[in-house]
C-alpha cells in the first residue's frame, strides 16, 4: 500500500524557516516525480514545487520560487521542502503528493494526510 | 500562467441526483485535466484523470468529459458519500487547479 507521511510543520515567525519531510513506502521512490500541494485555511489547493525521481530537475510556482527548495533522498525514501523567509500568507496545510509518473508535470494519486504551518508571530 | 475556473462554487442536490461540474482553462490543455474530491479535514482523492479515464476503484457514477478549455465532471446518482468539495487540476503546463466546487445537500 502507497503511503505517505508529512512532518515538520509547526507554528513559525515571518521570516523564519522550516523543513518539511514526506516519508514514502509502498512503492518505488526513485522511479516517481513527487510535489508539494498546500490548502490556506478554508481556501482551494495551490500547487507551489515538484521534483522528478532523479532529483535532478525541479519546479517551483512563483509564490515560492527563491525562497522555497524541493528535495529529495531516494535512499531513504525521503521528501523535503526547505522553507526560508516565510510570509503569513504561507499558513497552510502541506501536503506532498506522488506523481502518476516520473515526468515533469503530472496528475498525483496519493496524497500525505498534511502537515500545518502556521506564521505568525 | 493557465487559470482554471470551475462552476458552480457550490452546488446543492439531493441522494439520487445527476450532477455536473464545469472546469474551463484560460487556454487549451488538451485531455491533461484530473479532477478530486475533498472532504473535510482529508487529503484529497484522486479521481479522474486524463480528462476522462477513472482511476481504479472509484464508482463507476464517476465520469468525466472534455477537451481543450471545457471539461465536466458528472455524478450520475448523488451518493450520501459524495458530499465534498470537488477540485479539476491541469497539468498541460506546470500545475494549476480550479478553486473548488463544493457539493452540498439540498
Known amino acids: 500500500e502507497v503511503q505517505l507521511l508529512e512532518s515538520g510543520g509547526g507554528l513559525v515567525q515571518p521570516g523564519g524557516s522550516l523543513r518539511l519531510s514526506c516519508a514514502a513506502s509502498g512503492f518505488t521512490f526513485s522511479n516517481y516525480a513527487m510535489s508539494w500541494v498546500r490548502q490556506a485555511p478554508g481556501k482551494g489547493l495551490e500547487w507551489i514545487s515538484g521534483?522528478?525521481?532523479?532529483?535532478?530537475?525541479?519546479r517551483y510556482a512563483d509564490s515560492v520560487k527563491g525562497r522555497f527548495t524541493i528535495s529529495r533522498d531516494n535512499s531513504e525514501n525521503t521528501l523535503y521542502l526547505q522553507m526560508s523567509s516565510l510570509r503569513a500568507e504561507d499558513t497552510a496545510v502541506y501536503y506532498c503528493?506522488?506523481?502518476?509518473?516520473?515526468?515533469?508535470?503530472?496528475?498525483?494519486?496519493?496524497w500525505g494526510q498534511g502537515t500545518l504551518v502556521t506564521v505568525s508571530s | 500562467d493557465i487559470q482554471m475556473t470551475q462552476s458552480p462554487s457550490i452546488l446543492s442536490a439531493s441522494v439520487g441526483d445527476r450532477v455536473t461540474i464545469t472546469c474551463r482553462a484560460s487556454?487549451?490543455?488538451?485531455?491533461?485535466l484530473a479532477w478530486y474530491q475533498q472532504k473535510p479535514g482529508k487529503a484529497p482523492n484522486l479521481l479522474i484523470y486524463k480528462a476522462s479515464s477513472l482511476k481504479s476503484g472509484v464508482p463507476s457514477r464517476f465520469s468525466g468529459s472534455g477537451s481543450g478549455p471545457e471539461f465536466t465532471l458528472t455524478i450520475s446518482s448523488l451518493q450520501p458519500d459524495d458530499f465534498a468539495t470537488y477540485y479539476c487540476?491541469?497539468?498541460?503546463?506546470?500545475?494549476?487547479f480550479g478553486q473548488g466546487t463544493k457539493l452540498e445537500i439540498k
Open positions: 487540476q491541469q497539468y498541460n503546463s506546470y500545475s494549476s
Open positions: 503528493a506522488k506523481d502518476d509518473e516520473d515526468g515533469d508535470i503530472n496528475y498525483y494519486d496519493c
Open positions: 521534483i522528478r525521481g532523479s532529483g535532478g530537475s525541479t
Open positions: 487556454q487549451s490543455i488538451r485531455s491533461w
